[in-house]
């Protein structure tokens, strides 16, 4: 069984950053793409970004490209999603989720985490 936690979220100023950790149990995280959804009030999820296994290809919503920055240190199983210059429109629950390789498409992949709330104020 695979275990994804998402961790970092909270409450930030518009302008401000804040650094997203999606970490895994029952799983090495090395050998998978990692991508980053969003779900905003309302609205439906939405893909942010994605890294592949070796962390050589990234991709990226036009909506956070410049601001946003995914990266993942294979020896501590971990990835990260920098989150710089943080609009208000950025306020959502991020899920980070675990598939074969990085795409952009949610159903490609296999596993999820419960998300981690992100608000930011403006």
């Known amino acids: 069984q695979v275990q994804v936690v998402e961790s970092g979220g909270g409450l930030v100023q518009a302008g401000g950053s804040l650094r997203l950790s999606c970490a895994a149990s029952?799983?090495?995280?090395?050998?998978?793409?990692i991508g980053w959804f969003r779900r905003a009030p309302g609205k439906e999820r939405e893909f942010v970004s994605a890294?592949?296994?070796?962390?050589?290809?990234?991709y990226y919503a036009d909506s956070v490209k410049g601001r946003f920055t995914t990266s993942r240190d294979n020896a501590k199983n971990t990835v990260y999603l920098q989150m710089n210059s943080l609009k208000s429109e950025d306020t959502a629950v991020y899920y980070c989720?675990?598939?074969?390789?990085?795409?952009?498409?949610?159903?490609?992949?296999?596993?999820w985490g419960q998300g981690t709330q992100v608000t930011v104020s403006s």
């Open positions: 989720a675990v598939g074969l390789g990085a795409a952009t498409k949610d159903s490609l992949y296999d596993y």
């Open positions: 890294i592949s296994s070796s962390g050589g290809t990234t």
């Open positions: 029952g799983r090495t995280l090395r050998n998978y793409g």
